[in-house]
C-alpha cells in the first residue's frame, strides 16, 4: 500500500464547475495535510493547509479533512482553465514534522 | 513570501560526470533542507534531509555516496550528483523549512538533469 494515494486522472471539469480531488493516507500518526499545485516543468506551490478535522476555506478553495477515514481533499470551485494542473497531496511522515511524502498527482483539465 | 532559489534550471552532462545542484533560500534561514527527486508523470520522491552543520539523513534506498550533499549555511545546500548517469535523468527540487514557521515548505524551482 502506497503511503499517499490519488487518482492520477486526467479529471476533466468544465469551467465554472467544482473540481473534486481526492487523496488517502496510511500513516495514521501524521498530523499535516497539504495540496500543492504544480504546473508542468515547475515547482510545487502550496495551495492549502490542514491539520485538524473539517473543512478549512480559503477563497475558492476548501480542504477537508477526515483523519479517522484518513482521507483528504480538495474542492475547486468555479474552476479556471489556469487551474488547470497537477495537484499534489503531500502528508507529513508521523514523528517528522516536515518530512512531506507526496501522492502522484491528480491531472485536472479545466475545459472552457 | 519566502524565496527558495535553485540552480542551475537545467543540466546537460555527460555520463560519468558529477553534477552539483544549490539550493539557497534568499530571504530567510533554514535549519532543514529536503531534496526531492521527480520522474516523469510520477510524484516527489524524498531523497534526503539536509541539516545545517550536520550529516545529512538519506531516505532508504538512496545512495548517500552517488548523492552528496552540504548544508554548509543556514541558507545553503547542495545536492552533488556523482558519476551521474542516464539513468540519474530526473528533475530534481530542494525545499526548505522556514527556522521562524517550522510548518510551512519553500520549493525551489527545480533543476531538470539529463545525463547523455
Known amino acids: 500500500q502506497k503511503e499517499v494515494e490519488q487518482n492520477s486522472g486526467p479529471l476533466s471539469v468544465p469551467e465554472g464547475a467544482i473540481a473534486s480531488l481526492n487523496c488517502t493516507y496510511s500513516d495514521r500518526g501524521s498530523q499535516s495535510f497539504f495540496w500543492y499545485r504544480q504546473y508542468s516543468g515547475k515547482s510545487p506551490e502550496l495551495i492549502m493547509s490542514?491539520?485538524?478535522?473539517g473543512d478549512k476555506e480559503d477563497g475558492r478553495f476548501t480542504a477537508q479533512l477526515n483523519k479517522a477515514s484518513q482521507y483528504v481533499s480538495l474542492l475547486i470551485r468555479d474552476s479556471q482553465p489556469s487551474d488547470s494542473a497537477t495537484y499534489l497531496c503531500a502528508v507529513n511522515r508521523s514523528g517528522a514534522t516536515n518530512k512531506l511524502i507526496f501522492g502522484t498527482g491528480t491531472l485536472l483539465a479545466v475545459q472552457p | 513570501g519566502a524565496v527558495v532559489s535553485q540552480h542551475p534550471s537545467r543540466v546537460i552532462c555527460k555520463s560519468g560526470t558529477s553534477v552539483k545542484i544549490e539550493c539557497r533560500s534568499l530571504?530567510?534561514?533554514?535549519?532543514?533542507m529536503f531534496w526531492y527527486r521527480q520522474f516523469p508523470k510520477q510524484s516527489l520522491m524524498l531523497m534526503a534531509t539536509s541539516n545545517e552543520g550536520s550529516k545529512a539523513t538519506y531516505e532508504q534506498g538512496v545512495e548517500k555516496d552517488k548523492f552528496l550533499i552540504n548544508h554548509a549555511s543556514l541558507t545553503l545546500s547542495t545536492l552533488t550528483v556523482t558519476s551521474a548517469h542516464p539513468e540519474d535523468s530526473s528533475f530534481y527540487i530542494c525545499?526548505?523549512?522556514?527556522?521562524?514557521?517550522?510548518?510551512?515548505?519553500?520549493f525551489g524551482s527545480g533543476t531538470q538533469l539529463s545525463v547523455l
Open positions: 490542514i491539520y485538524s478535522n
Open positions: 530571504d530567510f534561514q533554514a535549519t532543514t
Open positions: 525545499s526548505a523549512q522556514h527556522l521562524l514557521a517550522a510548518e510551512k515548505l519553500f
